[in-house]
């Protein structure tokens, strides 16, 4: 632990020391790199934000039901004094009902979820202090709820995404006692705030191991809750001349071959074959409907409207140029129209032949078509957009062109140069306007 997390130590009783807590104790002994620490005791909220102020660190009010404070220094720490949470009977919500606040760190341990996230460490000491467990499971690479797993699961939904998010990023696996729980209570993810099961879908997402994570997902019909449209994919047989696999475990292959921010769009990529050949027969159009159904489902998720935007135009684009002899022209319009895009499409299209075919089988040189066409349109200094022409509107206007006329004779002249029939100079281009206008 760093220097000023022991010097604050230094102001908390020796009867009620300070502990970093969670997340950082578990990957700390993992040797992953942390993040954010999480720092609890004995004291109440008020004790711990006179001790914070005693060592020179700003303090400000988290929550007051839960006693958080929220403590900076050279880090930005948040501190909880050990609670028991009480959940409503019955329903998942994440949001416990009440809160009590106790000076036995045991029953602090057995608030949380798994036993490798209920681990301290004494800052003063270095001491770890396994109360559950924890450290073996932690050898074992189990995720194991911190006591009775129906109770664990039980009591909080969001519980099972935090499970399989942790599946993916540490490569753990849920033991077996939990896994049932888990589906057990998967419906309690009904309860979630979307919003939260977003942030939990994201982080799984962009986990090493997110394939195990997303078949647990559906396995313990999560997935079912979440993201039902996936659902319809299910043991969906493509044409076999093409595809090794059904559509649900292409899915999941085309995710765990894409990189970190393409992944979303690779989970949605033919989230509408399924119901597709439901309703017509064959899966000519997935690609369209994908796109509306991902926006859909984002809409649901509330991600941001320019993340929607992005992942919904990948869905749609992500056939462009399937076989490799779509015209240059064409695609060189293409590229233009989607440069912002182009890099995460290859990311896409290359992560789904693999997962197609096998990752040997791939045809990099088709795959990468569109990329390297877009590499040699800069290459030459050819405008991507009516912008970045070396003439303007005004340049237009001065020939006589006038109100609805000058967009359109720009368009012209960026459609000469996009094709390379003209190069992007001033010069060349005003003769071009020349020309036009005596031939007008
Ligand atoms: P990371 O910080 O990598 O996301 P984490 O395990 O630290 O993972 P946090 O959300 O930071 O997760 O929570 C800190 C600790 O609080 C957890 O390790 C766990 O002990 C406890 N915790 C968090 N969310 C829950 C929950 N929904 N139910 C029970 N305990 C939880
Ligand atoms: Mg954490």
């Known amino acids: 632990m760093n220097e000023e997390l022991k010097a604050l130590a230094e102001f908390f009783p020796p009867e009620k020391p300070l502990y970093a807590v969670g997340g950082c104790v578990r990957d700390e002994l993992l040797g992953r790199k942390v993040y954010d620490v999480d720092l609890t005791s004995a004291c109440l909220q008020e004790q711990a934000e006179c001790f914070a102020e005693r060592a020179g ?36 919500v994440h949001k416990p009902s009440s ?56 009591e909080d939904g969001l519980r099972i995404m935090r499970l399989y998010r942790f599946v993916s990023v540490l490569g753990f696996d849920a033991e077996e006692g939990t896994a049932h729980a888990a589906r057990e209570k998967s419906p309690l993810l009904y309860d979630i705030a979307p919003e939260r099961i977003r942030v939990e879908l994201d982080k799984l997402l962009a986990g090493e191991h ?22 319809e994919n299910i043991g969906v047989k493509q044409n076999e001349r093409f595809h090794k696999f059904t559509v649900d475990e292409h899915i999941i292959k085309t995710v765990e071959y894409a990189p970190e921010g393409v992944r979303l769009a690779a989970l949605l990529h033919d989230i509408a074959k399924g119901r597709c050949v439901k309703e017509e027969g064959n899966m000519y159009r997935h690609a369209d409907a994908g796109a509306r159904m991902a926006e859909e489902i984002m809409t649901r998720l509330r991600y941001p409207k320019a993340e929607i935007k992005r992942v919904t135009r990948l869905v749609a684009l992500h056939m462009t140029d399937m076989r490799g002899d ?52 800069k290459a030459e200094g050819i405008p991507f957009s009516v912008g970045e022409l070396a003439v303007s509107g005004k340049d237009v206007m001065a020939f006589g062109y006038r109100g609805k006329q000058v967009g359109k004779v720009l368009e012209e002249l960026f459609t000469l140069t996009l094709q390379g029939e003209k190069v992007n100079e001033r010069q060349t281009l005003l003769s071009v306007l020349n020309k036009r206008k005596n031939n007008d």
Do not use: H, Q
Not at 68 to 81: L, R, W
Not at 217 to 226: K, P, R, T, W
Not at 333 to 339: E, G, I, L, P, S
């Open 57 to 92: 660190m700003r303090v400000s009010l988290g929550s007051k039901r839960l006693g958080t404070v929220i403590i900076k220094g050279k880090g930005s720490y948040e501190y909880t004094p050990f609670r028991v949470d009480s959940y409503p009977a019955g329903s998942g």
């Open 326 to 377: 779509m015209r240059e022209s064409k695609l060189r319009r293409f590229v233009a129209d989607n440069a912002d895009i182009i890099d995460d499409l290859t990311s896409l299209i290359i992560a789904d032949a693999k997962a197609t075919c096998g990752e040997d089988m791939v045809d990099m040189d088709k795959c990468l078509r569109i990329a390297r066409l877009r590499d040699r349109m």
């Open 99 to 154: 809160v009590r606040f106790t000076a036995d760190i045991r029953e602090d341990a057995r608030r949380r979820d798994f036993t490798v996230n209920a681990l301290y460490k004494n800052i003063k000491t270095g001491e770890t202090v396994d109360l559950l467990g924890g450290v073996s499971d932690l050898k074992n690479r189990l995720l194991r709820a911190v006591d009775d797993p129906m109770r664990v699961l039980g």
């Open 210 to 231: 997110v394939g195990a994570a997303l078949r647990g997902l559906v396995n313990c019909g999560a997935m079912a809750v979440i993201l039902p449209e996936f659902c």
